[in-house]
């Protein structure tokens, strides 16, 4: 079942912080992060495996709460080339496919 | 290292010609994924290869649909007898043979069909 994301958009000014969240009814094995800019490929951003882990690159960090089956994205102080869409992809296994939410469209303004 | 390969970038056909997608995983890769985006829309699984072996073709259309990962060469998508629904950005993407499997994406092939 595909993961819910919220929320569906935000629009941030340079320096912003924001919180995208990922939730799913179904037990996770590992919550993917990817953010994808117009025309591009996904590009990887990090991988949180069960047992609610933290973890943190640079400006970006992302939780995984296990019990809950929720993740979330933090971004920090936010730069413009933080903008684009950003997708989670859960997994019911490893290795496995992963199935995405439908994405969070983040515009980050001068 | 290069990453994962797709070619062609951009292909259009017309409805009823064959389309075939490939993929070069990167090096040392052995686990292969193909996934469908609609204009605006998430990325949809479609089907999970190793090498010489189809794991997961849940997400395949059950007719015309086709992937093929040989033991030498690129992994293949093939959809025969396009129609206009087809058009979409079909990615793929690998992993490394060990956990904890972070998948990389490929630039995509953008199939338009006419």
């Known amino acids: 079942q595909q993961p819910v994301q919220s929320p569906q958009a935000v629009i941030l000014r340079e320096g912003e912080d924001a919180v995208i969240n990922c939730s799913s009814s179904?037990?996770?094995?590992?919550v993917h992060w990817y953010r994808q800019k117009h025309g591009e490929a996904p590009v990887f951003l990090m991988i949180l495996l069960k047992g609610g882990e933290q973890k943190g690159h640079e400006k970006i960090s992302a939780s995984f709460n296990e019990k809950k089956q929720q993740s979330s994205l933090y971004l920090t102080a936010s730069q413009l080339s933080y903008s684009g869409t950003y997708f989670c992809?859960?997994?019911?296994?490893?290795?496995?496919?992963?199935?995405f939410g439908k994405g969070t469209s983040l515009l980050v303004t001068p | 290292n290069a990453g994962v390969m797709q070619n062609p970038r951009h292909l259009v056909r017309r409805r009823g010609q064959e389309a075939r997608l490939r993929c070069s995983p990167m090096k040392g890769h052995s686990h292969v994924y193909w996934y469908r985006q609609l204009p605006e829309e998430g990325l949809k699984f479609m089907v999970y290869?190793?090498?010489?072996?189809?794991?997961?073709e849940s997400g395949m259309p059950k007719e015309r649909f086709s992937a093929e990962f040989p033991k030498e060469g690129p992994s293949i998508l093939r959809i025969q007898q396009v129609v206009r629904g087809d058009s979409a950005a079909y990615f793929c993407a690998s992993s490394p043979e060990e956990g904890p499997y972070t998948q990389y994406f490929g630039p995509g092939t953008r199939l338009t069909v006419l």
């Open positions: 290869l190793q090498k010489e072996n189809i794991i997961d």
């Open positions: 992809g859960t997994d019911k296994n490893s290795g496995y496919a992963l199935n």
């Open positions: 179904k037990a996770l094995y590992s």
